[in-house]
């Protein structure tokens, strides 16, 4: 587990409009029921550490750590808002796959609402227009005996999910048969066992590295955050800088 109840909140980037922090994995965006045990939520501790009233922008599901947006205002909220609900906000993330997977592809697979009793969603009916840019950035084999094959394959993928759904990035790698090392939900229980045990950590194996939006002054504004220190050193111990 990447979090540390005894640390501030890492920022990396603050303006008069917009925070952004670098998430812990681990740490919830705020307060749900379905963790009535946690007492840290991003929301509470970085308006307690800014002193001010701050505006979530977007989410990031409490297992994957990265670059977490915020409004300082109303105002921001609302013009920022638009371009999250638009699409306009171009997002990169990381993430430690099993097996070799492909060198490029767009996957545009629709995909139903989750249920999710505590926020009243239920199960959709209807696929919605889900569409991801996946690209390998590296593959690796390692000497890990899972199920019946005697080395285990992975691969560090890029992904840029076009639309928001939840869990987008998540599903549809499961869905091409690559699902993500640590995804307790939409991955493979053995190999993530295998591989806590391996690399002596565990966790979902995904990060937003990189999140480009527009300002109010029409510049492009890029927020880039480092990948956590038990990630970077996942990395090390597969041989990628």
């Given at each position: 587990?990447?979090?540390?109840?005894?640390?501030?909140?890492?920022?990396?980037?603050?303006?008069?409009?917009?925070?952004?922090?670098?998430?812990?994995?681990?740490?919830?965006?705020?307060?749900?029921?379905?963790?009535?045990?946690?007492?840290?939520?991003?929301?509470?501790?970085?308006?307690?550490?800014l002193g001010q009233h701050v505006y979530p922008l977007h989410r990031l599901d409490k297992p994957t750590s990265g670059v977490l947006v915020f409004a300082l205002s109303s105002?921001?909220?609302?013009?920022?808002?638009?371009?999250?609900?638009?699409?306009?906000?171009?997002?990169?993330?990381?993430?430690?796959?099993?097996?070799?997977?492909?060198?490029?592809?767009?996957?545009?697979?629709?995909?139903?609402?989750?249920?999710?009793?505590?926020?009243?969603?239920?199960?959709?009916?209807?696929a919605k227009e889900a569409l991801t840019h996946v690209q390998c950035v590296r593959q690796f084999e390692i000497p890990l005996v899972v199920d019946l094959y005697p080395a285990t394959r992975l691969s560090l993928m890029r992904c840029e999910p076009v639309t928001g759904r939840k869990h987008q990035i998540r599903r549809h790698l499961k869905h091409i048969g690559h699902p993500i090392v640590g995804d307790s939900r939409h991955g493979k229980g053995l190999l993530n066992r295998a591989c806590e045990g391996y690399f002596g950590a565990g966790r979902l194996?995904?990060?937003?590295t990189q999140m480009t939006l527009v300002g109010r002054d029409g510049r492009l504004l890029v927020i880039d955050a480092p990948l956590e220190a038990d990630f970077d050193q996942v990395l090390k111990q597969l041989g990628s800088e």
């Open positions: 587990m990447s979090l540390n109840s005894s640390q501030p909140l890492s920022i990396i980037y603050q303006d008069d409009d917009l925070v952004a922090i670098n998430k812990a994995s681990g740490l919830l965006v705020h307060r749900s029921p379905i963790d009535k045990h946690e007492t840290r939520f991003a929301v509470q501790e970085l308006r307690n550490q105002e921001a909220a609302s013009f920022y808002s638009q371009q999250f609900r638009g699409h306009q906000v171009r997002k990169t993330y990381l993430a430690l796959v099993r097996g070799y997977g492909p060198e490029t592809m767009s996957i545009n697979h629709g995909l139903r609402d989750e249920a999710d009793k505590y926020a009243g969603i239920e199960l959709g009916v209807e194996w995904l990060a937003c």
